[in-house]
């Protein structure tokens, strides 16, 4: 199969969440590196890589950047120098997939790179090395391989040691960035070298990157101190810097992706090796070591960022029709049929300039340059041909077919059953097929079972049109499918009704359920219950009113005109039993009128059992009862026949609560005891929002009370000096026991 031409199916975002807008989100790399100018004068470069399609702010120093970079230079530990950074020279990097040529990059996906450049002028020491630091939060905070991402910035950092000062030497600079997008699964292979002026040895590892600037409030290195300045550092934090924690044990330093094989990286060669098999972003450190006769001159650290992705390939043939032998490799079969049509999926349809089919019919090469083809073969048998996608181009495809056309297949049965007696349905299979022989049965008997034998017999549980289908398959593979429907409905073997027997009193209600099996609704029912009515429903319910012993009879028929009936003498007895009823006076019951007679007016009956539900009971026959309780009173009445037949009655009867109040017309307070307080009298016990008031004849309020046991002594308010003779208006508010208002109005005489 030809290089298949991938695309990244999964939207790869390398835009970074940040928190606040002016937060290096977008930050994905970056290393520093040098050179000797001699006299102790030094260029340094600082690479720093963004998402250029991310929301985060721009570089530092750049145009319409929120801040202002620095770079810090240490001795010892001491800040000798802060490098306020210039405006970065900007330019794009190529997206490329260096694990598949064949990519499509989607547009979105866009790296810029900034190249800051500054001069700083060391003295040569022998035992002091300067360190050049360069500090920014934030990483991606959807990273994999770290705790925290979001929070953990970075440092960029590179040491002048004296053996260096002592040489003039300048740092290995890598000759490209890793690629941005690697395909998971697939087997990656960059060259990560670099190139160093000075010609020395070069050995190569991966390394942990630092931890640099934090978030808002907090200072770099790992986030430690107070610094307000903590997203970017000024001056920059002191050596040493924290390695970024990995996610151990899955992730280290120098296992920074999961990969089978593992990625690694050749000491020698710098050339990054193995297959990424779990999607996602992972930080990656990278350092190159420079020795010159064996003694460490320099190391350049770059921190970077994998990402891993899906790849699905973009041009790609692809048959609806087809049994996958291998890579490539399709069969297709077609079953008494020698015109094939082939559909033709291949895609990326847009990326697809040429294409076009071949097969070999044996006398000739039949060449289609159709997007679908439609094949007349000649005869039965198998042939081979292809389908060509971009063919000589490097990212085209091949499919490579075999034909079988095959000798036709037709499924068939018969069926063979007494439609009058239970028993097994006989099937016959009666398919018919070109090849040597038929090697697969399948049976459906429309029950929910099945059975794979060529010939097989059945037994159905309910009667009924059952659907039959039997699916068969030759050895060519070829397959049909038959179906038909057969009606089993035969008579029962024995006819079985519930209950066997019954005892009851008038009026005697049965249910009688018909347990007959097979049976449904498409026989024939007919019930004769001996008492001169009949029902033609499957289980009925059947009322006898009058007493007597009755024999019932059952027929059924199925519908082939097959009958089975049974008879049940004498099966129903029923007594004759008393009927209940009872009136009660006085029809209106009240609290104040709360004892009612109850009559007995039951025929034939021998005992009574009455139930004051709650409350009390009585045998009596013609009870009397006092209700010591307002509201709806349930009343049963049960009689009794002499031969144990009973009857019920049942009545409810409203106990209706009564509230009076009755005022007088004059009173004399002249403090003789005897009608010394205007007060009402009446039953008051459950009355509701009761309110008196007195007015004078000038409309002032004398008295007022919300106690209906409270009464009016003659003075105003019932304290003070006593009021003069006269005509008083009274007016009185209250809610009876059931809510409905009353309202008495009158006049009332104070007499001295």
Not at 244 to 261: C, H, W
Not at 389 to 397: F, H, K, S, T, W
Not at 675 to 688: A, E, Q, R
């Amino acid at each position: 199969m030809e290089t298949s031409y991938f695309r990244i199916i999964f939207l790869f975002v390398l835009s970074l969440i940040g928190y606040q807008s002016s937060w290096a989100a977008h930050i994905i790399g970056g290393e520093i590196t040098y050179v000797c100018n001699g006299g102790g004068d030094y260029t340094f470069t600082m690479y720093i890589y963004r998402d250029c399609q991310g929301q985060g702010a721009n570089f530092d120093s750049a145009p319409g950047s929120f801040t202002t970079g620095t770079v810090t230079i240490f001795s010892q530990g001491e800040v000798i120098d802060v490098v306020n950074l210039d405006a970065p020279l900007i330019d794009e990097i190529e997206p490329t997939l260096d694990n598949n040529p064949c990519v499509e990059i989607p547009q979105n996906v866009c790296v810029q790179r900034g190249r800051y450049f500054f001069n700083a002028n060391l003295p040569s020491t022998l035992d002091t090395t300067y360190t050049v630091s360069y500090q920014r939060c934030c990483r991606n905070n959807t990273i994999n391989n770290i705790f925290d991402p979001g929070g953990t910035g970075a440092t960029y950092t590179i040491d002048l040691v004296p053996a260096a000062q002592a040489v003039c030497n300048s740092s290995p600079i890598f000759n490209a960035f890793p690629p941005i997008v690697i395909c998971g699964n697939e087997a990656l292979n960059f060259d990560h070298s670099a190139f160093d002026l000075d010609g020395d040895q070069l050995v190569y590892e991966f390394c942990a990157p630092f931890i640099g600037g934090g978030l808002a409030g907090t200072g770099g290195n790992g986030g430690q101190g107070s610094d307000p300045n903590g997203v970017a550092p000024d001056p920059e934090t002191p050596p040493p810097y924290a390695n970024v924690n990995f996610i151990l044990p899955t992730f280290t330093p120098i296992q920074p992706v999961v990969g089978d094989p593992t990625i690694s990286i050749d000491p020698n060669t710098g050339i990054i090796t193995g297959v990424p098999t779990i999607n996602g972003q992972y930080v990656v450190g990278v350092c190159v070591s420079e020795f010159r006769n064996g003694e460490l001159l320099s190391t350049v650290k770059r921190d970077f960022q994998f990402n891993v992705t899906t790849c699905d390939p973009l041009v790609q043939v692809d048959l609806v029709e087809d049994a996958t032998a291998g890579v490539g490799q399709f069969i297709v079969n077609s079953c008494g049929e020698t015109e094939v049509f082939f559909k033709n999926q291949s895609f990326d349809r847009d990326n697809i300039t040429d294409f076009y089919w071949e097969f070999d019919l044996g006398d000739e090469n039949l060449q289609i340059t159709t997007w679908d083809a439609t094949v007349d073969f000649p005869d039965f048998g198998t042939y081979t041909g292809g389908l060509f996608i971009n063919p000589g181009l490097e990212c085209g495809d091949t499919a490579f077919i075999e034909v079988n056309v095959f000798p036709p297949i037709s499924a068939n049965f018969g069926f063979d059953y007494d439609t009058c007696v239970v028993g097994p349905v006989s099937f016959s299979d009666a398919s018919m097929t070109g090849a040597p022989i038929i090697s697969n049965w399948l049976w459906d008997f429309g029950d929910g079972a099945t059975s794979e034998t060529e010939n097989p017999k059945h037994s159905y549980d309910q009667p009924g049109v059952k659907n039959i289908t039997l699916r068969v398959r030759d050895v060519n593979g070829c397959e049909d499918e038959y179906s038909q429907s057969i009606n089993w409905s035969p008579a029962p073997t024995d006819v079985i009704v519930q209950p066997s027997s019954f005892l009851g009193c008038t009026p005697g209600e049965v249910q009688f359920n018909n347990l007959t099996s097979p049976i449904d609704d498409s026989y024939e029912i007919l019930w004769n219950f001996g008492d001169g009515s009949a029902d033609t429903v499957l289980s009925p319910l059947h009322l006898y009113d009058e007493p007597g012993t009755y024999s019932v009879s059952l027929k059924i028929v199925t519908p082939f005109d097959c009958v089975v009936g049974k008879e049940f003498p004498n099966w129903i007895t029923i007594k004759e039993g008393p009927k209940a009823a009872f009136t009660y006076s006085p029809q209106e019951i009240t609290t104040i009128n709360a004892t009612v007679e109850f009559t007995d007016q039951s025929e034939l009956a021998d005992r009574w059992q009455w139930e004051f539900i709650g409350q009390s009971a009585s045998r009596d026959q013609n009870p009397t009862y006092t209700f010591r309780d307002t509201g709806i009173q349930e009343i049963i009445l049960i009689v009794t026949h002499e031969n144990g037949c009973q009857d019920t009655a049942f009545a409810s009867l409203d106990v209706v609560p009564i509230a009076s109040y009755f005022l007088p017309n004059a009173f004399t307070p002249n403090n003789d005891t005897k009608n010394d307080v205007f007060i009402g009298v009446g039953t008051l016990s459950d009355v509701k929002n009761f309110e008196m008031i007195i007015w004078d004849k000038w409309g002032e309020i004398v008295f007022q009370t919300e106690d209906p046991f409270e009464g009016w002594n003659g003075k105003k308010n019932n304290s003070g000096k006593s009021l003069p003779n006269g005509v008083y208006l009274s007016l009185v508010n209250y809610e009876d026991p059931r809510g409905e208002a009353i309202e008495e109005k009158g006049y009332v005489t104070l007499i001295r």
